[in-house]
């Protein structure tokens, strides 16, 4: 099915953004493992929306109902599945918009794919309301991988032209903590105020801005991934290209090294501590779509909320004429900021699926 990833760890969401709930299913998962169900609800408040100016006002508690999976705190071998309630949904913003696809959403690919007949309420199934339960799985899978060693954190690197200081050659599991425990996730916070300013002239001109969010991996033993079309990156793009809003990802020095020399892109190797290592990690950790035992980095760019306050052009889907709409109700000025514990969740679910397949270590 399209909504669910993954071959050992099988990942899949299901819900609608104003039905009366949205979860997750995850299969696959190694029995006996500890979680600390508030260690993850703390991973969940991350990205919850209605905290701050910064994001829709929308209020929900996020908070994971586990139907199965769990036994005494510790993971027992039956598949996992987890429902968050929605409970402050506000359709009547969406009535009139039933006729009027909006530009930037899914609403008209939707009409046409199912003959009209998507829920698209708030964004429907193709919401990052849907996000929340996969943050679910994917902080599970975090707490997982740390218990052997690998850590996966993010930072905001940038929203709009304001750019966050980039993740150091070898981020810790500290640094990633320190992030995740700030109000707003960047490395700076000089530069942080400045992107919260961005944000917020963009919600004053009923606009809105986008962002990229950078991740990394550390931990991961060198050998990890297939050459060709099933490598890390391949595995961990396709996934990442199911986050709501998710335009573009890279891989360590990304589009610019197509601006480079071999000379100047090239990681030389050296022995460090009795191990391969690489001066430079330009190749993110990632060399033929195998793990080098390099830090993995990568990074997502996400697109401006089209969802905004501004008069736009559009169509009657049932007069089948040009129109105009000016879109109400609660909406980000801004995802991406929200989006930084989504990319981990991704990330950590994938790296545990590719681990839980190679058997690698202790695995």
């Known amino acids: 099915m399209s909504s669910e990833f993954g071959k050992i760890l099988r990942v899949g969401v299901f819900g609608q953004s104003h039905g009366g709930a949205v979860g997750v299913t995850v299969q696959g998962l190694p029995a006996g493992e500890s979680i600390d169900l508030e260690e993850l609800q703390r991973f969940l ?21 586990f139907l199965s999976g769990l036994e005494g705190g510790k993971t027992c071998g039956a598949p996992l599945c987890a429902v968050i309630w929605n409970g402050d949904q506000r359709s009547s913003d ?9 530009p930037g959403h899914a609403d008209y690919t939707a009409w046409v794919k199912w003959d009209g007949r998507a829920d698209m309420r708030g964004g429907g199934h193709f919401s990052g309301r849907l996000t929340a339960p996969l943050c679910v799985a994917g902080g599970i899978a975090k707490q997982i991988l740390a ?3 690998v850590y996966v954190g993010a930072h905001l690197a940038s929203v709009g032209g304001v750019r966050d200081a980039p993740l150091p050659l070898h981020p810790t ?19 942080g105020a400045r992107m919260q300013a961005e944000i917020l002239a963009a919600k004053n001109d009923l ?4 962002g990229v969010i950078e991740c990394a991996a550390v931990g991961l033993p060198a050998g990890l991934g297939e050459p060709m079309f099933d490598g890390v990156e391949n595995r961990l793009a396709a996934a990442l290209f199911g986050i709501p809003a998710v335009k573009g990802v890279e891989f360590g020095a990304g589009f610019d090294a197509a601006a480079r020399r071999g000379s100047e892109n090239n990681d030389p190797f050296l022995m460090e501590d009795g191990k391969i290592r690489t001066e430079t990690n330009r190749a993110g950790g990632i060399l033929g779509g195998i793990t080098t035992g390099m830090p993995v980095t990568l990074r997502a760019a996400f697109k401006p909320t089209p969802s905004i306050g501004r008069p ?31 990319v981990e969740a991704v990330t950590a679910a994938v790296l545990l699926d590719m681990l839980l397949e190679g058997n690698h270590g202790t695995f």
């Open 207 to 210: 606009d809105s801005v986008g």
């Open 94 to 102: 969406y009535g009139e918009l039933r006729d009027r696809p909006r």
């Open 312 to 342: 736009q052009r559009t169509v009657s889907l049932s007069r089948g004429e040009n129109t105009e709409l000016q879109i109400h109700g609660r909406h980000d000025p801004c995802i991406a900021h929200r989006a930084v514990p989504v």
């Open 45 to 65: 408040d991350r990205r919850k929306p209605g905290t701050s100016p910064l994001s829709t006002a929308r209020k929900e508690a996020d908070a994971p109902e």
């Open 147 to 149: 218990h052997r060693g």
């Open 173 to 191: 599991a500290a640094l990633f903590a320190e992030v995740a425990a700030k109000p707003f996730p960047v490395l700076d916070d000089d530069a």
